[in-house]
């Protein structure tokens, strides 16, 4: 593994069922975080993490939640999906959250919600 | 509310132009910028980051200039390729903020 990896690429899910993306990074980042890119919208942020066993939220948390428990993986999960959460979900990681330091981000999974 | 604001929205040049992409932003107190650039189906790339105390940085084609006081930043992008259609990101982070602002983007297309 080198840098952040994200799986699925890509999914097809069915409203109200139960979803997990996952992210992996090898950099022993200490933070990391997720964000849905939407046209028009920019990239916004899920969740956060600053350090293993911390979560925050960020601008559009609800319907989301996640855990970090241990440096490199940082999981997404739609507990019931609905047809908004169609987007582009993006993980990205960092040497330190409060620094400005940059981001390094994952290749995205695209996730579709019938 | 922290605030950034990117122009043009979109943006059609030819290929061999210079353009220039706009950032004004209202993150208090100033940490750093940064700009990214994310080519399509990717995720985004840190091209340049500019602090209180720098003006201008260039990385290649790319020059980022920022000027503090009226909080406002420019990527400048000389003799413009293909490869340079993308979408470039202005990101500012503040002063112990965990989060940084992310701007919408500029969508750059270069036609040959």
């Known amino acids: 593994i080198a840098g952040i990896t994200q799986a699925p690429t890509s999914q097809i899910l069915a409203a109200g069922r139960r979803m997990t993306l996952r992210c992996t990074q090898d950099m022993r980042h200490n933070a990391m975080y997720w964000y849905r890119q939407d046209l028009g919208l920019g990239l916004r942020l899920i969740h956060y993490s600053n350090t293993a066993g911390t979560t925050g939220k960020g601008e559009v948390p609800d319907g989301y939640s996640v855990s970090r428990a241990n440096t490199d993986d940082f999981p997404l999960t739609l507990a019931s999906a609905v047809p908004s959460q169609t987007s582009v979900y993006f993980c990205?990681?960092?040497?330190?959250?409060?620094?400005?330091?940059?981001?390094?981000f994952g290749p995205g999974t695209r996730l579709t919600v019938l | 509310k922290n605030q950034v604001e990117q122009s043009p929205q979109s943006l059609i040049i030819l290929e061999g132009k210079n353009c220039t992409l706009q950032c004004n932003y209202t993150v208090s107190p100033f940490s750093n910028l940064r700009w990214y650039k994310q080519d399509t189906g990717r995720g985004p790339v840190s091209l340049t980051i500019?602090?209180?105390?720098?003006n201008t940085k260039s990385n290649g084609r790319y020059t980022a200039t920022l000027d503090a006081d009226t909080k406002q930043s420019s990527l400048h992008i000389t003799a413009s390729q293909l490869s340079d259609s993308a979408s470039y990101i202005c990101v500012v982070s503040g002063v112990g903020s965990y989060i940084p602002t992310f701007g919408r983007g500029t969508s750059l297309i270069v036609h040959p």
């Open positions: 500019m602090t209180f105390s720098e």
């Open positions: 990205a990681s960092s040497d330190s959250g409060g620094r400005g330091d940059e981001q390094f």
